[in-house]
C-alpha cells in the first residue's frame, strides 16, 4: 500500500486574477515558493517517521512541534487560497447563513469586519486572522493564530482566514499590513465562506 503524502494544491483562479489587489508576482511567490515550502518540509517530516530507525530513540517532541508548524502552514494556504476569488465575482457582503450568523454573533457586518480587520493587523510578528466556528456552541469566532500552529483551538472550524506572514504583502505593500488587509475585502470569496460555514453546521 502506497503511502499519501502532501501536494501543493493549484489554484483556482491565475495569477494575475487578483490584481490590482495582490500582484501576479506576490501571489506567484507565495504560491509557488512560500506554500511549496511548506509541504516539502511537511513531507521531509512523513520521510523521517517512515525511516525511523527501530532501535533508536526518536525526537518525538521537536517532530510533533515541527510537524504542527508545517501541516498547519499547508492547511491554512489551501484554505486562504480557496476563500479568495477575482473581484469582478468577489468581495462585498456574505449572503445566506453566513450573512445570519454573523448578525447573531457580532450584530452586523460592519462590526465583523472591524473586528476582523483589528485581528488581522494585530497579529504579533507572523500569523493568521481567522473566522471560526466553535461546534460546541455553534457560535462565530474570531482567532488569531500565531504562526501557523499557536492558538488553534480543537472543533472550532475555521470559516476564512487571511495570511498576515510578511511574505504574503511585502512585494505589493512593503511592510504597510493594514493596506494588505484593506485590500483583501475586495477578494473574499464569500460564496465558498458561505458554503463552509453550511458544510459546517450540517455536519455531525
Ligand atoms: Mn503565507
Same mark, same amino acid.
Given at each position: 500500500?502506497?503511502?499519501?503524502? =502532501?501536494?501543493?494544491?493549484?489554484?483556482? =483562479?491565475? =495569477?494575475?486574477?487578483?490584481?490590482?489587489?495582490?500582484?501576479?508576482?506576490?501571489?506567484?511567490?507565495?504560491?509557488?515558493?512560500?506554500?511549496?515550502?511548506?509541504?516539502?518540509?511537511?513531507?521531509?517530516?512523513?520521510?523521517?517517521?517512515?525511516?525511523?530507525?527501530? &532501535?533508536?530513540? /526518536?525526537?518525538?517532541?521537536?517532530?510533533?512541534?515541527?510537524?504542527?508548524?508545517?501541516?498547519?502552514? /499547508?492547511?491554512?494556504?489551501?484554505? /486562504? $487560497?480557496? &476563500?479568495?476569488?477575482?473581484?469582478?465575482?468577489?468581495?462585498?457582503?456574505?449572503?445566506?447563513?453566513?450573512?445570519?450568523?454573523?448578525?447573531?454573533?457580532?450584530g452586523s457586518f460592519e462590526r465583523f469586519k472591524n473586528e476582523f480587520t483589528q485581528a488581522a493587523?494585530?497579529?504579533?510578528?507572523?500569523?493568521?486572522?481567522?473566522?471560526?466556528?466553535?461546534?460546541?456552541?455553534?457560535?462565530?469566532?474570531?482567532?488569531?493564530?500565531?504562526?501557523?500552529?499557536?492558538?488553534?483551538?480543537? &472543533?472550532?472550524?475555521?470559516?476564512?482566514?487571511?495570511?498576515? $506572514?510578511?511574505?504574503?504583502?511585502?512585494?505589493? =505593500?512593503? &511592510?504597510?499590513?493594514?493596506?494588505?488587509?484593506?485590500?483583501?475585502?475586495?477578494?473574499?470569496?464569500?460564496?465558498?465562506?458561505?458554503?463552509?460555514?453550511?458544510? $459546517?453546521?450540517?455536519?455531525?
Amino acid at each position: 500500500m502506497g503511502k499519501k503524502i =502532501y501536494e501543493l494544491p493549484e489554484l483556482e =483562479y491565475g =495569477y494575475k486574477d487578483l490584481e490590482p489587489y495582490i500582484s501576479e508576482e506576490q501571489l506567484k511567490i507565495h504560491h509557488t515558493i512560500h506554500h511549496q515550502g511548506y509541504v516539502t518540509g511537511a513531507n521531509a517530516l512523513l520521510e523521517k517517521f517512515d525511516k525511523r530507525d527501530q &532501535n533508536i530513540e /526518536f525526537d518525538v517532541k521537536a517532530v510533533a512541534k515541527e510537524l504542527s508548524f508545517h501541516v498547519g502552514g /499547508f492547511m491554512l494556504h489551501k484554505l /486562504f $487560497w480557496e &476563500n479568495m476569488g477575482p473581484a469582478s465575482k468577489c468581495g462585498g457582503e456574505p449572503q445566506g447563513t453566513l450573512a445570519k450568523y454573523i448578525e447573531k454573533d457580532f450584530g452586523s457586518f460592519e462590526r465583523f469586519k472591524n473586528e476582523f480587520t483589528q485581528a488581522a493587523n494585530s497579529v504579533e510578528g507572523s500569523g493568521w486572522a481567522a473566522l471560526t466556528l466553535c461546534r460546541g456552541t455553534d457560535r462565530l469566532f474570531i482567532m488569531q493564530i500565531e504562526k501557523h500552529n499557536v492558538n488553534v483551538i480543537p &472543533n472550532f472550524r475555521i470559516l476564512m482566514v487571511l495570511d498576515v $506572514w510578511e511574505h504574503a504583502y511585502y512585494i505589493d =505593500y512593503k &511592510n504597510v499590513r493594514p493596506d494588505f488587509v484593506d485590500a483583501f475585502w475586495k477578494i473574499v470569496n464569500w460564496e465558498e465562506v458561505n458554503k463552509r460555514t453550511e458544510t $459546517w453546521l450540517n455536519s455531525p
